[in-house]
Nanobody
């Protein structure tokens, strides 16, 4: 069984920084794309950033220049460095990864970690 476990969320003042981590564990043959999503109260879950197995990254316009996604394949871990945080970044952040533990790649989700940005 594959699990994704996020950490690093919390309460931070506007303008501050946080670093989220998401570690995959279990029977893992390989990991393709890894992503971070976020969901604010009463809103849909939106894609924040994605990194491919080759290290190609893409970001939502709202976080470009402030957030950086990276991965450590030796640790099966994806990170999200968040700088210059704004109140509108407040949300539950979820990691998502396409993981091969058998024949096919399957998308797995973490349980989410709360990020709260105060004025």
């Amino acid at each position: 069984q594959v699990q994704l476990v996020e950490s690093g969320g919390g309460l931070v003042q506007a303008g501050g920084s946080l670093r989220l981590s998401c570690a995959a564990s279990g029977r893992i043959i390989s990991i393709s794309a890894m992503r971070w999503y976020r969901q604010a109260p009463g809103k849909q879950r939106d894609l924040v950033a994605v990194i491919t197995s080759r290290g190609i990254t893409n970001y939502a316009d709202s976080v470009k220049g402030r957030f950086t996604i990276s991965r450590d394949d030796a640790k099966n871990t994806v990170y999200l460095q968040m700088n210059s945080l704004k109140s509108e970044d407040t949300a539950v952040y979820y990691c998502n990864a396409d993981i091969k533990s058998g024949i096919y790649y399957i998308a797995y989700w973490g349980q989410g970690t709360q990020v709260t940005v105060s004025y």
